[in-house]
T-cell receptor, first 114, second 115 residues
């Protein structure tokens, strides 16, 4: 149980375009999901907390107009990187809150902006 | 704000031996959760073990156990009978009770297992 999927696993896009990343909880309902960014050989940095049916809460320094988060159902949250630039290239990971004490993570999405 | 520190960027252990990864944290809360996550080369984050701060007993999951010292704000992970598949990045994480369930991660420790 507690499986989280992400799609796509790897995406390459041109500078200036937008890309959407999906995060799904496959066998449980997740009222809260989280989006992280991870640079090579570094730890995970929380970008935003996504709550089903309400606006996402962004961490300080994260541009909410650039990283659009939608949590339209109890099993799906999406992250859209708008007008992507090479500096947005990174590994993006989502997680879903399961019960009160654990987060389960998706396999991550590698974004490369050319 | 809570901080989590992993002072060992890299550790190495011989297969079948035991290794301990260190983690310290800073918090003013009395009730919280602590976690160890493993990130292998696939980059999939895997929950290894968790500890509730109100429990005095150290958590154990098969070959993985923790040494939780609440007063010292220390939370180390012991891996017994190390296996090649244990090679990965290990992240210590903190979750407070009033933090909207968000996790604060340490910088990570890269564990290498020698055959």
């Amino acid at each position: 149980g507690a499986v989280v999927s992400q799609h796509p696993s790897w995406v390459i896009c041109k500078s200036g375009t937008s890309v959407k990343i999906e995060c799904r909880s496959l066998d449980f309902q997740a009222t809260t999901m989280f989006w992280y960014r991870q640079f090579p050989k570094q730890s995970l940095m929380l970008m935003a907390t996504s709550n089903e049916g309400s606006k996402a809460t962004y961490e300080q320094g994260v541009e909410k107009d650039k990283f659009l988060i939608n949590h339209a159902s109890l099993t799906l949250s999406t992250l859209t990187v708008t007008s992507a630039h090479p500096e947005d290239s990174s590994f993006y990971i989502c997680s879903a809150k399961w019960r009160e004490y654990a987060q389960y993570f998706g396999p991550g999405t590698r974004l490369t902006v050319t | 704000a809570q901080t989590v520190t992993q002072s060992q960027p890299e550790m190495s252990v011989q297969e079948a031996e035991t290794v301990t990864l260190s983690c310290t944290y800073d918090t003013s809360e009395s009730d919280y959760y602590l976690f160890w996550y493993k990130q292998p080369p696939s980059r999939q984050m895997i929950l290894v073990i968790r500890q509730e701060a109100y429990k005095q007993q150290n958590a154990t999951e098969n070959r993985f156990s923790v040494n939780f010292q609440k007063a010292a704000k220390s939370f180390s992970l012991k891996i017994s009978d190390s296996q090649l598949g244990d090679a990965a990045m290990y992240f210590c994480a903190y979750r407070g009770n009033n933090a909207g369930n968000m996790l604060t991660f340490g910088g990570g420790t890269r564990l290498m297992v020698k055959p």
